[in-house]
């Protein structure tokens, strides 16, 4: 309103200083042309006390915004039989329909990694899992042969004796107890294990040498021989003697 009523007052002035605009010997009144008043104008309402109560950029946007939900209300109330309540009774049966599902379902639970067992249900040999971990490895797929050579080498520590054959038993518990049995590879089994958890359950890609790396460690600990608690070397070699031999049967 007030922008219009100095439109106007603008408009006023100059058609009252072109009236007045008369000389004195009775000669036709001088006129603005109407270009030159419209650009008067407009330069006397773009001063800044014409806009000091304008609204805000924000204030603008969220009157377009509310602009359009009103449009996109309408547009749907007229699409839905029965208008606007029409319309408002489709959407409690939605969120209603939404709202039993959740109840009857719940809320979605995550197992818990590092509950997860390194082995699945399908027992198979230490020389088993080498040959899918060097399946994978010679197609380039290096995080499922990481996964299987970390799986050959827990097993061939059960063949061998070293660790007990224990369902549901994780890398990190696997490497911990070989690490007693063998302390000289204890390190590098810590680091097998954190490199098959990663790729598991951390979602890391394995690498090339990451896979070497659990390969040779592999081949190590194959020539590597336990250190067994004795109290004397003869108690030590008949116990290497009974954990061979019962890894022979």
Same mark, same amino acid.
């Not at 204890?186 to 394995?206: E, M, N, S």
């Given at each position: 309103m007030a922008v219009r009523a100095s439109v106007r007052a603008v408009l006023h002035a100059d058609r009252t200083s072109a009236l007045s605009l008369v000389r004195s010997d009775d000669e036709p009144p001088l006129t603005i042309p109407r270009d030159p008043a419209r650009e008067a104008a407009r330069r006397e309402l773009s001063k800044r006390m014409y806009h000091e109560n304008d609204p805000s950029w924000f204030q603008r946007a969220l009157n377009a915004f509310w602009d359009w939900v009103d449009k996109l209300f309408n547009t749907a109330? !007229?699409?839905t039989p029965g208008g @606007?309540?029409?319309l408002v009774v489709v959407i409690v049966a939605v969120l209603t329909v939404l709202g039993a599902l959740w109840w009857r379902l719940g809320t979605p639970r995550r197992e818990p990694v590092s509950?997860?067992?390194?082995?699945d249900d399908r027992p198979r040999s230490a020389a088993e899992h080498r040959a899918a971990a060097e399946a994978h490895a010679a197609q380039g797929h290096w995080s499922q042969a990481v996964q299987e050579r970390m799986r050959a080498i827990v097993r061939s520590l059960e063949e061998r004796a070293l660790l007990d054959a224990r369902p549901g038993r994780t890398a990190d518990e696997a490497a911990a107890e070989a690490g007693r049995t063998l302390p000289s590879q !204890?390190?590098?089994?810590?680091? @097998?294990?954190?490199?098959?958890?990663?790729?598991?359950?951390?979602?890391?890609?394995?690498t090339e040498q990451s896979y070497h790396r659990l390969a040779e460690l592999d081949r190590d600990l194959e020539r590597t021989k336990p250190q067994l608690a004795s109290s004397s070397p003869s108690t030590a070699q008949s116990a290497v003697h009974d954990t061979r031999q019962g890894a022979a049967e």
């Open positions: 109330s !007229a699409a @606007a309540l029409g509950s997860a067992a390194l082995f !204890a390190d590098r089994l810590r680091a @097998a294990a954190r490199d098959f958890d990663d790729v598991t359950y951390g979602g890391r890609t394995a």
